[in-house]
Structures are given as C-alpha cells and as structure tokens.
C-alpha cells in the first residue's frame, strides 16, 4: 500500500517537474528571441547644449528621474539586484571611464538608449526603463544628454546584466519588464518643450515617473519588482485625496505620512521625489488630485 502511495506521489511529483522544466525552457527560448531581436528604428537627431546652465538643468533631471538608483550617483553604475534566481541586474558605468561608455559612443547612441531603450548596434537593452523616457520633451532630453556628456570618468567595471531562472519565467509571462524596447512606440513624436509650471498638465508630464510603479491610471497595484511591496493607489481615491498639499510634501520628501507611517526608500523612491522642487510637487499633486 505505502509503496503504491509512494509510487504514485513520486510520479505526479516527477510529472510536476517535468512540466516546470518544459516551461521553463519554453520562456527560455522566447526570452532569448527577444533580446536577439535588432530593431530598426529612426532617431531623431536634437541639437545638445553644453553650457553651464543647460548641463544644471540636465543633472536635476538626472536626479528627479530616478536615474542615479540604478547609474549611481557619479554615473559610474551598480549592480541594484543581485539574487541567484532573478539574476543579477546592474545599471551601465555611463562615464567614458575605464569600464564605461564605448569610445565614440555618440549623441544618436544616447538617444537610441533613452528614446527606443536600445544599444548601438540595435539590440534592446534589459530593464532600462526607457518606456518611461521616451515621451520626454526634445528640450528635457537634450538637457539630460548634455548632463550625462558632462560628467568626469570614472574608472569602474560592472557585472554586465543576466537573468536568473526565476527572471526568465516572469519576463516571459509579462510580469518583469525585461525589454524595455518592445513596450516602446518607435515613432512617438514628443513634444519640443512643455511649459514648466505648477499645473496638472505639467504634472501629468512629471508622472511618467511614478506611472512604471503606480501604473498609468496610478491606482498602483502589485509591486513590478519581484517580491516588492505593494504600490499603492496615489489618485485621490487614495490616502492622497485627503492630505494637504503640505502633507503631500512631506511624504514626497522624507516619506513620512500624515498617520504616521515611514515609508521605505526601497519600497517607494522618496531619495528621489525628495530632490523635485516646490514647483513640481505642487504640479504632481494638481495632477494627482484630478484622477
Ligand atoms: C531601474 C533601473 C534603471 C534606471 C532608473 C535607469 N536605468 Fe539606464 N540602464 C539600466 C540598465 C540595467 C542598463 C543596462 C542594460 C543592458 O546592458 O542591457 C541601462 C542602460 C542605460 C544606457 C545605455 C548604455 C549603453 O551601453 O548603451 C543609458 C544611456 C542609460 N541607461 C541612461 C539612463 C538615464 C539617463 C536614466 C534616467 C533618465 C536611466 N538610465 C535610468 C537601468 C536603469
Ligand atoms: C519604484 C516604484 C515606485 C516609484 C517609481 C514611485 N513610487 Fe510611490 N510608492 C511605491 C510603493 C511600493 C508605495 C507603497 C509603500 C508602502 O506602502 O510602504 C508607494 C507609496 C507612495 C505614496 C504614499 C501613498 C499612501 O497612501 O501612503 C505616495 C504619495 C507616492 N508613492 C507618490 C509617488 C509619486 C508622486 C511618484 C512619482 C514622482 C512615485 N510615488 C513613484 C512605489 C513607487
């Protein structure tokens, strides 16, 4: 009896297995596909600033986008995830320092990598969030650029990007945003400039930032990255729609609410919205407020 038992647990067992390694492999294949993809895309050139103001402005963009989590703060690049199952996920060194940015890497190269989340030679780049860049204003993107051209080398070499087993299953079933690149529309024309005032047609800009993790509608949901916490509703059916714009800012910048929770930077970036002006938040809340 027991040995029948046995005999037929270890076969739904050996089943089970069977199946989640032809799965596995499966997404393996369609996973590899894509990251082999090379896309065609047309880049729209911009003329980029190089003077002290124009290179200011860019490196508040850098700040208020959240790029320094994943670059570091001196764009020498880290490695932001490490773990044995969803790989080890790091941000380029984007100084031209040893380990950096390739020689001769162009102003096209930074457009292709910010506008369509792609390398060079075409090949989509891992996890870049691109998809919340791409509908940047010519003016913004080329004051970035101008910024990221600006900043001294530093000689630093990162682990190059690779996805565990665990990362492979959850790209493939939609649930990582492994390939920035196909969530892209290539033939988005932005704007040339927006007006950069305390409006919630600024702030709807300024959300594309919050929208990877709260999502478009900004009703949050689960956490993009596996194992976070959950994102929570910022449409003024949340919390927000109750606190003061004051309250708002004080969440913003030191990730304290109004009840008195203390909100983890890891959990939600608060290093980063900390670093928006006055102007911004109060545009982000107009913004919010309306949904
Ligand atoms: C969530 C983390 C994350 C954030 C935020 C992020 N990046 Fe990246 N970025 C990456 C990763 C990962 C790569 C390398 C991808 C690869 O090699 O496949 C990358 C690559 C790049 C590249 C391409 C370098 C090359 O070798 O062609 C540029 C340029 C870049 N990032 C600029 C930025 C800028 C500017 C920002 C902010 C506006 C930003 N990144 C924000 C993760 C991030
Ligand atoms: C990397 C993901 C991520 C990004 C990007 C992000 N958030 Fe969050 N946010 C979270 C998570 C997760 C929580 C919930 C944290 C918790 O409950 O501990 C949160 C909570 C909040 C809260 C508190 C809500 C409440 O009811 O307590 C506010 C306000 C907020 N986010 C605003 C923003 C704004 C505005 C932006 C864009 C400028 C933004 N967040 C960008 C992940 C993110």
Redesign the pocket.
């Known amino acids: 009896m027991l040995r029948k038992v046995l005999k037929w647990t270890g076969g739904i067992l050996g089943g089970i297995i069977g199946a989640v390694l032809i799965f596995y492999f499966v997404m393996r294949i369609v996973v590899n596909n894509k990251r082999d993809k090379t896309y065609t895309v047309e880049v729209r050139m911009l003329s980029i600033p190089s003077d002290s103001a124009s290179v200011a402005e860019g490196a508040h963009i ?1 700040a208020i ?3 320094g ?3 570091g703060k001196d764009l020498s690049g880290k490695i ?1 995830v490490n773990d044995p199952m969803v790989g080890v ?4 060194n ?1 100084t031209s320092g040893k380990g950096g ?1 390739p020689a001769g890497y162009s102003d096209k ?2 457009l292709m ?2 506008r369509h989340g792609l ?2 030679t075409g090949k989509p ?5 691109s998809y919340e ?1 791409y509908k940047m204003s010519d003016h913004d993107v080329a004051h ?1 650029v101008a910024y ?1 051209k600006s900043v001294p080398p530093v000689d630093h070499a990162v682990e ?2 690779s996805i565990g087993p665990m990362g492979t299953i959850l790209s493939g079933l939609g649930k990582l945003p492994l390939i920035p690149a196909e969530m892209i529309d290539h033939s988005h024309q932005a704007a040339q400039t927006v007006e950069k005032t305390a409006t919630a047609e600024y702030g709807k800009y300024l959300s594309m930032s919050c929208s990877g993790c709260h999502t478009p509608s900004m009703k949050g949901g689960d956490s993009p990255i596996p194992g976070g916490v959950p994102v929570r509703d910022i449409s003024a059916a949340g919390n927000l729609g109750k606190w003061s714009l004051g309250e708002f800012q004080v969440v913003m910048r030191t990730g304290k609410t109004p009840d008195g929770r203390q909100l983890k930077n890891e959990d939600m970036p608060w290093e980063m919205t900390r670093q928006y002006t006055d102007m911004e938040i109060e545009a982000l809340y107009r913004y919010l407020k309306t949904l």
């Open positions: 850098y986008k959240g790029c989590d994943c670059h932001f996920i790091s941000g380029t984007l940015r190269d930074w990598a910010l390398r060079p780049l891992l996890i870049m969030p860049y970035l990221l190059e990007p």
